[in-house]
């Protein structure tokens, strides 16, 4: 089992950046694909980014691919999740979670608490 607790939230301007972080308790979380998911006011939660265990591979939605980078850092127990050029849309509390492909989709297995990101425009 691994815990999860994501910080890196906050107010920016639609352009702006902000990077998120998720840091792991226990020593398995190199033996875990990390995601991130979003999930804006009124909608499903929504999957946006995974990275395998060691890091050489990495997953987007289209919505964000070429503005989000995910890594991580398995000496820190550590993921994040960079966020460039954002967007209104992007306004959402975002999660990270320990992750597994299931039927063709990324399923979280353990979830942070999540995060608020909010863009003004």
């Known amino acids: 089992q691994v815990q999860l607790v994501e910080s890196g939230g906050g107010l920016v301007q639609a352009g702006g950046s902000l990077r998120l972080s998720c840091a792991a308790s226990?020593?398995?979380?190199?033996?875990?694909?990390m995601g991130w998911f979003r999930q804006a006011p009124g909608k499903e939660r929504a999957w946006i980014a995974t990275?395998?265990?060691?890091?050489?591979?990495?997953y987007y939605a289209g919505s964000v691919k070429g503005r989000f980078t995910i890594s991580r850092d398995n000496a820190k127990n550590t993921v994040y999740l960079q966020m460039n050029t954002l967007k209104p849309e992007d306004t959402a509390v975002y999660f990270c979670?320990?992750?597994?492909?299931?039927?063709?989709?990324?399923?979280?297995?353990?979830w942070g608490q999540g995060t608020q990101v909010t863009i003004s425009s």
């Open positions: 990275i395998s265990t060691s890091g050489a591979t990495t």
């Open positions: 979670a320990a992750v597994r492909v299931d039927v063709g989709r990324w399923i979280g297995d353990y």
């Open positions: 226990g020593r398995t979380f190199s033996s875990y694909a």
